[in-house]
């Protein structure tokens, strides 16, 4: 073995303590000091060192998504689409994929509560022989807005006040009602499925339209569905109050506790499919991530099952520096011109070389599983050893060379700069046919918490109305009840 070679954790192995650079600590007990009593001395190194590493613990949490759980498992391929894409992940039934999940709340901060209404991240990391793909998504098929650009205010509005640091509904009254589009997001927020029972009892969704390229270069529009075995469970908010009182972080304990059980939660993934040349048909975008697809004009498509049968080792490598990205895709799995998903191609990388470090992927929770190379090297923290004296392109020295080309869309794509909403905007449609899939006391609930937020001494008569307005045009009957039920709060 050479004594050089540089290995990190192999060698943490010692039976005594020591200081990160390996001399032996014979007293962890004490300070070093000038007599019993002190003062205590600057040369007691290992003093000086480990206060110093714990100063630094705190890495900056996420901007959102702050408070996750995470585990891992496997995806396994129950009915062949090779038809539609060439992923080979996907290739056959029976193959299976390592992956990691993280499931998370939103908005508040990383040891808030996990009862509190909020969406809920659901991102899965497939660690395939072609690279990672990661499917960061929610348990909300649909989004509050539809163009990225509005992200950082829509999120500011949705985070405590900066001034008193507590969650406002004003602010999310006035803001929102800017964004009628957000509506169709509002009929899973503020209806049951804003507090989902725990991780293993809720659904997850791409979100996004994404694009599956075949073999010969076919393109499908396509969205993901995860659907769990156990069903969907929700708290009520009477129960939320309760939960959240007993246990601040119940859902990672049920996940962590199921999983160590061998009760391994199990999810299917369903696929929806459309011909990208059948786009202008209806009678809403469907590059517009504030829309569903509806299911009987394009049902589900069973693709596979996720077990999550591991719990991870460590929080902080498998959890914290976990780093999810909608741009990471593979071979036969293609973005498409979602305004929204454009940004988040941008985002979530750059997030991480913030929170994280430029070499973030090189961290073994981030990093592939298969063989990977190129000439990036060197930077802040950079760990991985190369021994190569070529590390640059082209060579004759270096017999690496370009991998095969993999088919991408190749519709051509033109038009004017523009700075404009998508066409069809079409925003109350879809969440009428919602509120009235619900039986009565679903309804009920649902305008109770609407109620609730339009109450707020700082929410005025004009915000008020343009919401009654807006759940107006999504069903006469809802706006009329808001207001009705808001008239006689106010005359009490
Ligand atoms: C996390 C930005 C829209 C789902 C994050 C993070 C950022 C971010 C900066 C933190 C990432 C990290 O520190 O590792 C954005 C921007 C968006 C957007 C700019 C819009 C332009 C969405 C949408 C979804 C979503 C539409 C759902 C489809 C998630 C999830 C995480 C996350 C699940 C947590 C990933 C994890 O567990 O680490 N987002 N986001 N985001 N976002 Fe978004």
């Known amino acids: 073995m050479d004594p050089y070679k540089h290995t990190p954790s192999s060698a943490f192995n010692s039976s005594f303590f020591t200081t990160n650079s390996g001399t032996p600590v014979w007293n962890n007990n004490s300070s070093l000091t000038v007599g019993s009593r002190g003062p205590i001395l600057l040369e007691d190194y290992h003093l000086i060192e480990k206060l110093a590493q714990f100063d630094?613990?705190?890495?900056?949490?996420?901007?959102?998504h702050a408070r996750g759980a995470s585990a891992k498992g496997y995806f396994e391929?129950?009915?062949?689409?090779?038809?539609?894409?060439?992923?080979d992940f996907l290739r056959a039934p029976g193959v299976q994929t390592p992956l990691i999940v993280r499931f998370s709340t939103v908005i508040h901060e990383r040891g808030s509560p996990e009862t509190l209404r909020?969406?809920?991240g659901f991102a899965v990391k497939f660690y395939t022989r072609e690279g990672n793909f990661d499917l960061v998504g929610n348990n909300i098929p649909v989004f509050f807005v539809r163009d990225g650009i509005k992200f950082p205010d829509m999120i500011h509005a949705l985070k405590p006040n900066p001034k008193t640091h507590v969650q406002e509904p004003w602010r999310i009254m006035d803001h929102f009602s800017h964004h009628p589009e957000s509506c169709h997001m509002f009929t899973f927020l503020f209806d049951d499925h804003g507090i989902p029972l725990n991780y293993r009892h809720m659904e997850g969704f791409g979100v996004h339209t994404f694009t599956l390229v075949n073999r010969a270069g076919k393109c499908t529009y396509v969205k993901f569905h995860w659907k769990p075995t156990c069903g969907l469970k929700y708290l009520s908010k009477q129960e939320a109050v309760v939960v959240g009182g007993s246990n601040h972080s119940h859902a990672t304990k049920d996940l962590y506790d199921s999983i160590a059980a061998g009760n391994y939660p199990e999810w299917k993934l369903f696929i929806q499919t459309m011909n990208p040349s059948n786009e202008e048909m209806f009678d809403f975008d469907p590059l517009d991530v504030t829309?569903?697809?509806?299911?009987?004009?394009?049902?589900?498509?069973?693709?596979?099952?996720?077990?999550?049968?591991?719990?991870?080792?460590?929080?902080?490598?498998?959890?914290?520096?976990l780093a999810f990205c909608p741009a990471l895709i593979v071979p036969g799995?293609?973005?498409?011109?979602?305004?929204?998903l454009q940004t988040r191609?941008?985002?979530?990388a750059d997030t991480q070389r913030h929170r994280l470090g430029p070499n973030y992927l090189m961290l073994p929770a981030?990093?592939?599983?298969?063989?990977?190379?190129?000439?990036?090297?060197?930077?802040?923290?950079?760990?991985?050893?190369?021994?190569?004296?070529?590390?640059?392109?082209?060579?004759?020295?270096?017999?690496?060379?370009?991998?095969?080309?993999?088919p991408i869309p190749s519709r051509p794509v033109s038009g004017r700069r523009e700075k404009v909403m998508l066409e069809k905007e079409n925003n109350f449609a879809q969440p009428g046919v919602r509120y009235r899939s619900w039986p009565a006391d679903r309804q009920e609930r649902f305008i109770e918490n609407w109620v609730d937020a339009l109450s707020d001494s700082r929410v005025t008569h004009e915000i008020r109305s343009v919401w009654i307005s807006y759940w107006s045009q999504c069903d006469k009957s809802l706006g009329q009840r808001i207001a009705a039920q808001l008239q006689s709060k106010s005359n009490m």
């Open 118 to 120: 909020d969406p809920r």
């Open 366 to 406: 981030n990093a592939p599983k298969c063989a990977h190379h190129n000439n990036h090297h060197e930077g802040f923290m950079n760990f991985m050893h190369r021994d190569e004296e070529v590390n640059y392109f082209p060579s004759r020295f270096d017999a690496v060379r370009h991998a095969e080309q993999v």
């Open 345 to 348: 191609i941008f985002s979530y």
């Open 291 to 321: 829309k569903t697809w509806p299911e009987e004009m394009f049902p589900l498509q069973p693709v596979g099952r996720m077990v999550l049968n591991k719990n991870i080792d460590n929080f902080f490598a498998e959890n914290e520096q």
């Open 77 to 87: 391929v129950t009915h062949d689409i090779s038809n539609l894409t060439c992923a």
């Open 333 to 340: 799995v293609y973005y498409t011109d979602d305004k929204m």
């Open 56 to 64: 630094r613990e705190r890495i900056p949490e996420r901007v959102v």
